[in-house]
């Protein structure tokens, strides 16, 4: 069973739509949660982190965590054609200690 | 303020030969940790290093290794290189202390290819 798992792409929205990327992961333990945007060819690069239970707000961008479920989702409103890439979710895993957990992907696109 | 740095950008080598890839990590960052990329998946991680030491490490076989120097720059080397260990090599800087979970700060990446 992997452990951080990913909506399956790719996932296409027409630009100024909200796009809804989702990530579970298994062990309960897991304390820090992360969204990482990688763009073809490059290094992925830090959008969000989330700690605690909610939702946190920046910019256009919106991470949601629920412990509970063990579920954790990036809202990206008002879409752009730049944001197409693969994001990535990462989590910090207690078991890990400082290490991360990524999951395989989600690549989008955004139709101008 | 420097970022993460990475060297080589690409390399290519042959079945059998070692190879060595070298990272600084960000300013202020004292934990580097390696991570190989394959096309289309996600980041697996390797290793860990903090104060000069192998802290964690992945399901990667012995011929991964790496070092810690004391400025905090790391180099990651695999021998006897294998077809499947070509991929995108990451570095990933981060800050280390007991209780701190801090994201990753990634490198430019080093492509490998073994032919």
């Known amino acids: 069973q992997k452990e951080v798992e990913q909506n399956s792409g790719p996932l296409s929205v027409p630009e100024g739509a909200i796009a809804s990327l989702n990530c579970t992961y298994s062990?309960?333990?897991?304390?820090?949660f992360f969204w990482y945007r990688q763009y073809s060819g490059k290094s992925p690069e830090l959008i969000m982190s989330?700690?605690?239970?909610g939702d946190k707000e920046d910019g256009r961008f919106t991470a949601q965590l629920n412990k509970a479920s063990q579920y954790v989702s990036l809202l990206i409103r008002d879409s752009q054609p730049s944001d197409s890439a693969t994001y990535l979710c990462?989590?910090?895993?207690?078991?890990?200690?400082?290490?991360?957990?990524f999951g395989p992907g989600t690549r989008l696109s955004v139709l101008p | 303020d420097a970022g993460v740095t990475q060297s080589p950008t690409h390399l290519i080598k042959t079945r059998g030969q070692q190879v060595t890839l070298r990272c600084s990590p960000k300013?202020?960052?004292?934990?580097v940790s390696w991570y190989q990329q394959a096309l289309g998946q996600g980041p697996q991680f390797i290793f860990q290093?903090?104060?000069?030491?192998?802290?964690q490490r992945g399901n990667f076989p012995d011929r991964f290794s790496g070092h810690q120097f004391p400025n905090y720059s790391s180099e990651l080397n695999v021998n006897a290189l294998l077809l499947g260990d070509s991929a995108l090599y990451l570095c990933?800087?981060?800050?280390?202390?007991?209780?701190?979970?801090?994201?990753?700060?990634f490198g430019n990446g080093t492509r490998l290819t073994v032919t």
């Open positions: 300013s202020g960052h004292d934990t």
């Open positions: 062990d309960r333990g897991s304390q820090s």
């Open positions: 290093y903090y104060e000069e030491e192998e802290r």
């Open positions: 989330i700690y605690s239970n």
């Open positions: 990933a800087s981060s800050l280390g202390g007991q209780g701190i979970i801090s994201p990753l700060h």
């Open positions: 990462a989590v910090n895993q207690k078991n890990y200690g400082q290490n991360f957990v």
